[in-house]
């Protein structure tokens, strides 16, 4: 299936550390988004990024895009263990739905 | 300000008995999605309803329908549940399908089939 697939899938890190995920997809999109899940929860949408924009900023999150090479990466600057937690890219290829990664678990240590 | 709101939260069926999984939003959105969440699987599409009256098939809608009863509510039914469907459940809307909108999820519905 045509989902985004994130790397690494797990990722442990000390609070005040920069954490990076990457994202990989298959086909051309129309945008890329990430979502967080604590734990039992339902996913938080935290940014958008369109298919013509290459880098957008949102607090400590920063995304990049590089349609050339069909993937996004996520960058949490001065991670708190507030972060800890699991992150979803999700694909907008145009077809009327988001297609969601299996998601990469992000845990901060204090 | 409840955003997505479902019903119920837990649930434990015997295998074959029906339920109606319900959702709601108070945000004026067009599009609302079923999703389902199992370990290792990420997220995947059940169905969806890009607008009052429209419904469609996602990546995974055997043995599920949809109903999508008003702009606000949007509920799924299983018919005759079965062990492979026990999964957390997840509704969500957004402003529209296209253009490029975040999706806002509810807190999900933990269903365990026996």
């Known amino acids: 299936s045509q989902q985004g697939e994130e790397d690494p899938q797990a990722l442990s890190i000390q609070e005040g550390e920069n954490a990076t995920m990457n994202c990989s997809y298959k086909t051309s999109i129309n945008n890329l988004q990430w979502y967080r899940q604590n734990s039992g929860r339902g996913l938080v949408h935290l940014i958008l990024?369109?298919?013509?924009?290459r880098e957008k900023h949102s607090g400590r999150l920063r995304v990049t895009l590089d349609t050339s090479k069909k993937s996004s990466s996520l960058l949490i600057t001065a991670s708190r263990a507030a972060d800890t937690a699991s992150y979803f890219c999700?694909?907008?290829?145009?077809?009327?739905?988001?297609?969601f990664g299996k998601g990469n678990q992000v845990v901060v240590i204090p | 300000n409840a955003g997505v709101t479902q019903t119920p939260k837990f649930q434990v069926l015997k295998t074959g008995q029906s339920m109606t999984l319900q959702c709601a939003q108070d945000?004026?959105?067009?599009?609302m999605y079923w999703y389902r969440q199992d370990p290792g699987m990420g997220l995947r599409l059940i169905y969806y309803?890009?607008?009052?009256?429209?419904?469609d098939k996602g990546e995974v809608p055997n043995g599920y329908n949809v109903s999508r009863l008003n702009k606000r509510e949007f509920s799924l039914r299983l018919e005759s549940a079965a062990p492979s469907q026990t999964s957390v459940y997840f509704c969500?809307?957004?402003?529209?399908?296209?253009?490029?909108?975040?999706?806002?999820f509810g807190s999900g519905t933990r269903l365990t089939v026996v």
């Open positions: 990024i369109r298919s013509n924009e």
């Open positions: 945000m004026n959105h067009n599009s």
């Open positions: 969500a809307s957004s402003e529209r399908q296209t253009q490029g909108y975040g999706y806002t």
């Open positions: 309803s890009a607008s009052e009256g429209t419904t």
């Open positions: 999700a694909t907008d290829y145009g077809n009327n739905r988001l297609a």
